[in-house]
T-cell receptor
Framework: GNSVTQMEGPVTLSEEAFLTINCTYTATGYPSLFWYVQYPGEGLQLLLKATKADDKGSNKGFEATYRKETTSFHLEKGSVQVSDSAVYFCALTKGAGGTSYGKLTFGQGTILTVHP | EPEVTQTPSHQVTQMGQEVILRCVPI?????FYWYRQILGQKVEFLVS????????KSEIFDDQFSVERPDGSNFTLKIRSTKLEDSAMYFCASSAPSGVVFETQYFGPGTRLLVL
């Protein structure tokens, strides 16, 4: 079945540091890939997505590139802020022609803490 | 901006009691989902719902669970006889089909269920 593996956390950085959170996946066919963010006390918010190989998703300074050859979708940000402190989830869903009706499969989440 | 809403935000119940968690999806969306997140663990898919029937369900979604869209706006998850291990955050999500089969899922803020 489909699965998503994220790097072990938690991750603690100083403000303006470079962020990478690794995500690799196992799936048949051509999944769509997502990063969701969960701020303290809130629900899941879509951060960015990519629906085909070599697509780059970007939002709020975050980027991730869909790499089919390495089955990866690593999240990066050049300069993190205290307000980026949250839990980040990598997720996938089957692409067009699949039968999963959009079921999302999530990674275990990575806690990011950014200090001033 | 339209959003998914969920009520209640918190619910405490006794083991063996029935609970109903309520969700109001985004109004023009057609696919509806429930997920849960046990404290410290992954977000897990429970069920998807389309055209007034279940599209897919996970092995977690046993006979104690049911979903319903009782009117044009609400989407509910019922747990018939709660167990201690049902304690979790329950998220509702909705999505709208587009030219691509699966569109982004938008999540509600969650209902935290505590079974005593």
């Amino acid at each position: 079945g489909n699965s998503v593996t994220q790097m072990e956390g938690p991750v603690t950085l100083s403000e303006e540091a470079f962020l990478t959170i690794n995500c690799t996946y196992t799936a048949t066919g051509y999944p769509s890939l997502f990063w969701y963010v969960q701020y303290p006390g809130e629900g899941l918010q879509l951060l960015l997505k990519a629906t085909k190989a070599d697509d780059k998703g970007s939002n709020k300074g975050f980027e991730a590139t869909y790499r089919k050859e390495t089955t990866s979708f690593h999240l990066e940000k050049g300069s993190v802020q205290v307000s980026d402190s949250a839990v980040y989830f990598c997720a996938l869903t089957k692409g067009a022609g699949g039968t999963s009706y959009g079921k999302l499969t999530f990674g275990q989440g990575t806690i990011l803490t950014v200090h001033p | 901006e339209p959003e998914v809403t969920q009520t209640p935000s918190h619910q405490v119940t006794q083991m063996g009691q029935e609970v109903i968690l309520r969700c109001v999806p985004i109004s023009n969306h057609l696919y509806f989902y429930w997920y849960r997140q046990i404290l410290g663990q992954k977000v897990e898919f429970l069920v998807s719902f389309y055209n007034n029937e279940i599209s897919e369900k996970s092995e977690i979604f046993d006979d104690q669970f049911s979903v319903e869209r009782p009117d044009g706006s609400n989407f509910t998850l019922k747990i018939r006889s709660t167990k201690l291990e049902d304690s979790a955050m329950y998220f509702c999500a909705s999505s709208a089909p587009s030219g691509v089969v699966f569109e982004t899922q938008y999540f509600g803020p969650g209902t935290r269920l505590l079974v005593l």
